[in-house]
């Protein structure tokens, strides 16, 4: 199967700090790769390598073949074009929830009919059909979090990113915003997402990587982190 990201040797520091040591990881076409583990192991920072934001101190990445490591100007944008990175918090405009979907389309020059027909098919992706005209900051936390899902997908990403999705929500926007991520991925969105919840982990995800201070303690299949755990902390 072929990987969209490629990961060798990588390690991350804040200043002495070490919060990523030697990550070595593949993530296939298709998947939905969990990356599992407390607070303060090395999740948030190794999405935010995987999306550009930040580079490693040692290692590489590849995305589809390319260096992310080497790549620069245009190349650089229109890789990270193809992914999109949703934060834990529901972070929307004071707008209608239509411009805040809208508005990455905008940036991007797409059409005024083209914007309105992909923004009415990614609301009804997160079940938010009706709701174009409401202030998205007028809406509940697990609203808003599904509006942010809409802005992401409306892009039409290879990769989505999920940092924490439903660290702030009940148990019940919970179980909707899992449905959701089946859901985008049907749609043949590669999602990489990061929790601290184990029974979220073994349910949605395709692999898990088991993560502690910075290190990967096991990479496998959700059936043998949870009946062959290959050390005392997994």
């Given at each position: 199967m072929r990987a969209v990201f490629q990961i060798s040797g990588?390690?991350?520091?804040?200043?002495?700090?070490?919060?990523?040591?030697?990550?070595?990881?593949?993530?296939?076409?298709?998947?939905?790769?969990?990356i599992l583990g407390p607070s303060g192991s090395g999740?948030?920072?190794?999405?935010?390598?995987?999306?550009?934001?930040?580079?490693?101190?040692?290692?590489?990445?590849?995305?589809?073949?390319?260096?992310?490591m080497t790549a620069r100007g245009v190349e650089l944008l229109s890789i990270r074009r193809k992914m999109a990175l949703v934060f834990q918090e529901g972070v929307v405009f004071d707008a209608s929830v239509y411009d805040n979907v809208a508005y990455g389309l905008k940036v991007r020059g797409i059409g005024r009919e083209e914007i309105r027909k992909k923004v009415k098919e990614a609301l009804e992706i997160v079940g938010l059909?009706?709701?174009?005209?409401?202030?998205?900051?007028?809406?509940s936390g697990?609203?808003?979090?599904?509006?942010?899902?809409?802005?992401?997908?409306?892009?039409?990403?290879?990769?989505?990113l999920f940092d924490e999705p439903t660290a702030n929500?009940?148990?019940?926007?919970?179980?909707?915003?899992?449905?959701?991520m089946l859901r985008i991925n049907a749609l043949g969105i590669t999602m990489v997402f990061t929790t601290h919840k184990q029974e979220e982990a073994l349910s949605l995800a395709t692999r898990?990587?088991?993560?502690?201070?910075?290190?990967?303690?096991?990479?496998?299949?959700?059936?043998?982190?949870?009946?062959?755990p290959a050390t005392p902390f997994a």
């Open positions: 990588l390690s991350k520091s804040y200043d002495e700090k070490r919060v990523l040591e030697d990550i070595g990881l593949k993530i296939n076409i298709g998947e939905i790769f969990c999740k948030t920072t190794l999405l935010r390598l995987l999306n550009c934001l930040e580079k490693p101190n040692n290692g590489s990445i590849y995305f589809n073949g390319t260096n992310l059909r009706g709701y174009a005209k409401r202030n998205a900051r007028t809406l697990g609203e808003k979090q599904r509006v942010t899902f809409a802005m992401a997908t409306v892009l039409e990403p290879e990769v989505l929500l009940d148990p019940i926007n919970e179980e909707i915003i899992n449905e959701i898990i990587a088991v993560i502690n201070k910075g290190r990967f303690e096991q990479i496998g299949a959700p059936e043998d982190i949870f009946y062959r």
